[in-house]
């Protein structure tokens, strides 16, 4: 099932239930996280969305489909939490992994062999294995560890081309914090991209599409879980230019998020901003104590 079906088919429906996607992206951030998207409701008026756990779905007849045909390209308890994560983050598209790595992965290859990519100089451990030991030795990917703070640095690494900046800010773990909407403007001066590790803040915190960026990835098993029960990632997209070549990887590679953990997910996003508040307060008192 490609995007398109998955867009018509979402707002037929819409259409016929009178929903409409733009008077809810006005809705307080808490309301929308539980409310959802919401463009799949259950006949028999289910609240939280059903468990599709379906790996193949019958058409009615010959040329007639429901929309959904295998669930490792479109599942309809999948489709519900992209559609809300999109919803949160400003997005046109998300698209749910297996894990944050497989998302980074299906992102890295967005580059060919011969790109330079900046990337946060100290970006998670497990990201710097997939960047170097894999992308950098066998494909020939040139991935510059750079500190983002320091935007003369990368202006000047900007001088002999490069393809994107990916940038985890806060970083994983010294926690450096990097100016998106300067690194916005730098990046597409240069014709680059600005993708942003977005895991420790989450969309409640910081909206990097709000400020630039063209890409969003997340480790959705921390903050956006919060519950230590669900491993899974996600690509949230700013626009229709990048999102047929990600969605033909997502769909060719077979990394998508499963129906059950998805469910798990939907019901870990509508408690994230109760959670992020109190987890905030917290540190703060912590902080407070500490000095």
């Known amino acids: 099932m490609d995007d398109s079906s998955f867009n018509s088919m979402a707002s037929e429906i819409e259409g016929l239930l009178g929903i409409d996607k733009n008077h809810r992206a006005n809705w307080a951030f808490p309301t929308r996280a539980v409310h959802g998207y919401g463009a799949f409701p259950d006949p028999a008026g289910a609240v939280s969305t059903p468990i599709y756990q379906s790996a193949t779905f019958g058409h009615p007849a010959l ?12 599942n309809p308890t999948v489709l519900e939490l992209e559609d809300t994560v999109a919803l949160l983050e400003g997005g046109l598209k998300a698209l749910a992994f297996c894990s944050g790595m497989a998302a980074i992965s299906c ?23 997939l960047l170097q030991d894999v992308y950098a030795s066998r494909y020939g990917i040139d991935f510059k560890p750079i500190d983002f703070r320091d ?9 002999e081309g490069v393809a994107a900046f990916f940038v985890e800010t806060p970083t994983n773990p010294t926690m450096k914090v990097a100016d998106l909407r300067a690194l916005a403007e730098l990046a597409h001066a240069n014709d680059a991209l600005l993708i942003v590790d977005n895991t420790f803040l989450t969309c409640y915190f910081q909206r990097p599409l709000e400020l630039g960026a063209d890409l969003v990835v997340y480790s959705g098993t921390k903050y956006l879980c919060g519950h230590n029960d669900v491993i899974c990632g996600f690509l949230v997209i700013r626009d229709e230019r990048l999102l047929e070549h990600v969605f033909m990887d997502y769909m060719s590679e077979g990394d998508a998020l499963g129906p059950f953990d998805a469910w798990l997910m939907l019901r870990s996003l509508k408690t994230m901003a109760l959670r992020l508040d109190a987890q905030q307060a917290n540190a703060l008192k912590v902080c407070s104590f500490l000095k």
Do not use: N, P
């Not at 040329?63 to 479109?74: D, E, K, L």
């Not at 992102?107 to 497990?126: R, W």
């Not at 935007?151 to 001088?159: D, G, P, T």
């Open 151 to 159: 935007l003369a640095a990368v202006e000047a690494a900007c001088e």
């Open 107 to 129: 992102m890295v290859k967005l580059f060919e062999s011969g790109d330079t990519v900046l990337v946060s100089d100290d970006v998670y451990g497990g990201t710097h294995r």
């Open 63 to 74: 040329h007639q489909s429901t929309g959904f045909a295998y669930s490792r390209c479109g």
